[in-house]
């Protein structure tokens, strides 16, 4: 997997370029395969591209498509945000970064920048995406126009708002900070950033600091008179010149960009000769406002002066022109090799690279999303493309899912039900679906009930099956879902939106059985809360587990865990932690904990543990403190159906979580049951749990 990095700004204007362009080039002298990605471009309608972007691709020759580099345009996720549809954004960002990552070594992500839309704030929209991609930010922020004590506070706030998010920081720069304040800033940091956060200070750098005559042109939309071949001067001040020329020029400074009407030809040619003289400081540019040209005269003068001044004309005037002018940003161009050179040697400077470097290459995270999880869980369906029974075949959410499925091409499917009446209900409910694409089969009239029945009879006879009998089964759906299986016409199932628990997996408890050693079908749910995703087992089938049922259904829950990217960390759930209570129930998750012990030393397991010292860290310093478990689990095994049920419930009303299953543990093939009041989500997701379950068995 590739190392990346996540560059996320505290406010506009932060020079957050500067330090892109240095971990570039830090990260190029480490693998030549480096990727650069931005979640939300800056729209500019002056501009067809991005002008950060651009630069990063061309200065540095990646081997990366402009329309790889990022997910969205600004006003694009705007829209969505307003909308509510979170969940599109990230998992779009997400799936974006993703195919960058198996493409390159190390990845540089550029947090977004657009504060002065009032939908989400910066510093909001950098968290969510460090968290979801799951890599550690650098956090960037500016020291212009503020003291000292606001620029520790900014950081400050911006660092705990990371790690309340769960987001980890790896460094921290101050940027653009008085070169007279460095030494006191960084005494007054280190004071209030923990020791292991790299904190880095780069001082004001004028000649980076303020905007060139090119980004003045673009900004009043201006035409290029003379020298376009030095628009790149940087502007060190500006001013209008209104008044006679021998008291402007006591008010020229060092690279002053001069603004003044068209027709006056005295502070036009007087600007050019004090550029060119050594008592008078340099001219960065001028603008002629108003939409007036010089007289030709002045023009061919102008023309035959050898100068390194850049003059552009403008529509608008004197006035509109200058308050324009104080409004552009400094950006930094492709073209302008000068500034990124100068700020790749600031970069040097000021930033310790190799500690960076050293974070970054030594980075290790467990930690998954929600939003992660479900990508996860989607490429690995699409990798290993199985093919999935849905027996309820004619219910509106099955078919609604089956919509969805076929549209992204995931698995292969069948429907079980009458074709004609799949086919109504899909023109009642408007849904376009080619079910050309989607086998379906009708169990009251197959061309594989004969040979259903046979199998079924060969399997069932010593329990005293008759033809009779099975005939009339294998037009149940659930029975005739578990024999595609069973005869490879199928991969795994997924039912009971319409049927009960017992209905949907008695076929299979009869016909695909268990694994070998396993002697508990269990269940368990993927609770997928804000920050984390937690293994919950079991919620749906046993109700009143011994202490061995128990340890098997914890062992299957981790391996269940482990299959899906989640490091297992197994708390065995009682109402007392450690050797504090005593009682029959107690004694069982005690028991329990030390058979699964027994059956495999290696797992990490705590037990008895009460919930809240399972998942809380503050909690666990007080009742478990040398727990390696406690206040991190990840699978959590409820002692009884009641509590599980119960609690899984409450957790997903109360919270908002996405519960995803129940996914059905320890039989040879993957049946999964789903509620009768699930959702097409459910549903969706139930059969991408079970495609992953039918490669990994």
Do not use: W
Not at 26 to 41: A, D, N, R, W
Not at 482 to 500: C, F, Y
Not at 503 to 526: M, N, R, W
Request: proline share 3%.
């Amino acid at each position: 997997m590739s190392k990346a990095i996540y560059i996320a700004a505290t406010e506009p204007d932060s020079g957050k370029s500067l330090v892109s362009l240095g971990l570039l080039r830090m990260m190029l002298t480490k693998s030549s395969k480096v990727g650069y990605f931005k979640p939300i471009l800056n729209e500019n309608s002056k501009s067809s591209f991005d002008e950060e972007t651009n630069t990063a691709l061309n200065f540095f020759k990646l081997n990366l498509d402009y329309k790889d580099c990022y997910a969205f345009k600004q006003g694009e996720v705007v829209q969505l945000l307003s909308e509510g549809k979170i969940d599109t954004v990230i998992q779009t960002v997400i799936e974006k970064y993703k195919q960058l990552e198996k493409r390159f070594d190390y990845v540089l992500v550029e947090g977004s920048d657009f504060s002065s839309v009032g939908v989400f704030t910066e510093l909001d929209v950098n968290l969510m995406f460090a968290k979801n991609l799951n890599i550690p930010a650098l956090v960037v922020g500016s020291g212009n126009g503020k003291k000292t004590d606001e620029i520790v506070h900014s950081l400050q706030l911006s660092y705990k708002s990371f790690r309340k998010k769960e987001v980890d920081v790896i460094g921290i720069i101050a940027n653009k900070i008085n070169s007279t304040e460095v030494s006191f800033l960084a005494k007054e940091l280190n004071s209030h950033i923990p020791k292991n956060i790299q904190i880095d200070i780069i001082p004001t750098i004028d000649l980076l600091k303020n905007p060139t005559v090119r980004e003045v042109v673009q900004e009043l939309d201006g035409k290029v008179l003379f020298g376009k071949q030095f628009l790149d001067n940087a502007i060190g001040s500006y001013n209008s010149g209104s008044m006679q020329l021998r008291n402007y020029l006591t008010r020229i400074h060092e690279n002053a960009l001069v603004v003044t009407p068209g027709d006056r030809a005295d502070i036009i040619l007087g600007a050019l000769q004090a550029n060119a003289s050594s008592n008078y400081p340099k001219i960065a540019g001028i603008i002629l406002t108003g939409a007036i040209l010089p007289e030709d005269s002045i023009l061919r003068l102008i023309e035959g002066v050898q100068s390194t001044v850049p003059i552009i004309s403008v529509q608008q005037g004197t006035f509109v022109s200058t308050n324009k002018i104080g409004s552009v940003k400094p950006k930094i161009y492709a073209s302008n090799t000068k500034k990124i050179l100068l700020s790749l040697n600031t970069f040097d400077t000021y930033v310790n690279a190799e500690g960076i470097t050293s974070k970054l290459t030594s980075y290790n995270s467990d930690k998954i999303t929600p939003n992660m999880f479900q990508y996860n869980m989607l490429q690995k369906a699409k990798e290993n493309r199985k093919h999935i029974v849905l027996p309820e075949g004619t219910d509106e959410r099955i078919i609604r899912a089956a919509g969805r499925l076929q549209l992204l091409d995931i698995v292969d499917l069948t429907l079980l039900g009458d074709r004609n009446s799949i086919e109504l209900k899909c023109n009642q409910i408007g849904l376009q679906i080619d079910l050309e694409k989607i086998n379906i089969l009708n169990p009251q009239d197959s061309i594989y009930d004969e040979s259903f029945t046979q199998k079924l009879i060969e399997l069932r006879k010593h329990k005293g099956m008759t033809e009779t009998i099975a005939k009339d089964l294998v037009t149940d759906v659930s029975y005739y879902g578990t024999l595609m299986i069973l005869n490879g016409l199928a991969d795994g199932m997924v039912s009971g939106a319409v049927n009960t628990t017992q209905h949907t997996i008695k076929p299979a408890l009869q016909l695909i059985k268990t694994k070998p050693g396993v002697s508990v079908v269990s269940s368990v749910f993927f609770m997928c809360l804000a920050d984390r995703v937690s293994v919950m087992g079991d919620c749906a089938v046993n109700p009143n587990p011994n202490a061995a049922q128990l340890a098997e259904i914890a062992l299957s829950s981790a391996q269940s865990a482990e299959a899906f990217g989640i490091e297992a960390k197994i708390a065995m759930l009682s109402y007392s932690s450690g050797n504090s209570g005593k009682g029959e129930e107690v004694e069982k998750v005690r028991k329990a904990t030390e058979l699964l012990i027994a059956k495999n030393s290696s797992l990490q397991v705590e037990g008895p543990i009460q919930y809240d010292a399972a998942v809380d860290r503050g909690v666990a310093r007080t009742k478990l403190p040398s727990s390696k478990v406690a206040g991190q689990a990840t699978v959590l095994i409820f002692p009884d159906l009641n509590t599980g049920n119960n609690t899984y419930k409450a957790i997903q009303r109360e919270t908002g979580a996405l519960a995803i299953g129940p996914m059905l543990q320890g039989l040879n093939k993957p049946v999964n049951d789903l509620s009768r009041g699930c959702t097409v989500d459910d549903i969706f997701n139930t059969v991408l749990l079970t495609a992953i379950q039918a490669h990994q068995n």
